[in-house]
């Protein structure tokens, strides 16, 4: 089945602790992204990578980190610096010319 | 910076009436736009972009550049169209924004 896959669904993480997120897409994508999806916020960008072995901060990276060593994978990292990390993420991939494809998303729960 | 914004949290309109998303944006360059929907238990999607000028189930969105708008419109709203709508802006450096989303609710 190809596409976007994030694992886990769901994630429980006690405070205080990281805790990484997958994403990987079989789609030959060159551009990924993380988003975080609040209610009645959308979807907020965290982190976008175009190419390998390169990324970019969005408009709320603090307290997350990103790694793109492989074109089929972006694990995003949140960190323990991350005030209120209780969420749901997103990963998206994206061709250069066309839409972007989604995930079915994370569920982090900090308890 | 660049900014996408739908003013309208929640949207309902009763079956078969015109419907109208409004979405708004700012960028100096020139973007490429998006709607993308979110139904019930279902992964965000593309539903429209503005380069292809596509219907897509009904719903049109034309660019106008003059008032930095994108809203996105369809003539008879369905029960089956109430989702969650989002429009999106990709600049020239592949960053992908979105807007706050409206939800849509079409009642019987």
């Known amino acids: 089945d190809g596409g976007i896959t994030q694992s886990p669904k769901y994630l429980f993480r006690k405070e205080g602790q990281n805790v990484t997120l997958s994403c990987e897409q079989n789609?030959?994508?060159?551009?990924m992204y993380w988003y975080r999806q609040d209610p009645g916020q959308g979807l907020r960008l965290i982190y976008y990578?175009?190419?390998?072995?390169?990324?970019q901060k969005g408009d709320i990276a603090e307290g997350y980190s990103v790694s793109r060593e492989k074109k089929e994978s972006f694990p995003l990292t949140v960190t323990s610096a991350q005030k209120n990390p209780t969420a749901f993420y997103l990963c998206a991939s994206r061709p250069r010319s066309t839409e972007a494809f989604f995930g079915q998303g994370t569920r982090l729960t900090v308890v | 910076a660049q900014r996408v914004t739908q003013p309208e949290k929640l949207l309902s309109v009763f079956k078969g009436a015109p419907v109208e998303l409004k979405c708004n944006y700012s960028?100096?360059?020139?973007?490429?736009l998006f709607w993308y929907v979110q139904y019930s238990r279902q992964r965000l999607q593309l539903l429209l972009r503005h380069i292809s000028r596509e219907s897509i189930k009904g719903f049109t969105a034309d660019l106008n550049k003059g008032e930095t708008s994108f809203h996105l419109k369809k003539p008879f709203a369905q029960e089956e169209d109430s989702a969650m709508y989002y429009c999106?802006?990709?600049?020239?450096?592949?960053?992908?924004?979105f807007g706050s989303g409206t939800r849509l609710l079409v009642r019987p």
């Open positions: 990578s175009q190419i390998v072995n390169d990324f």
């Open positions: 789609l030959n994508h060159d551009a």
């Open positions: 960028y100096s360059g020139s973007p490429e």
């Open positions: 999106a802006l990709i600049d020239s450096s592949y960053k992908l924004i």
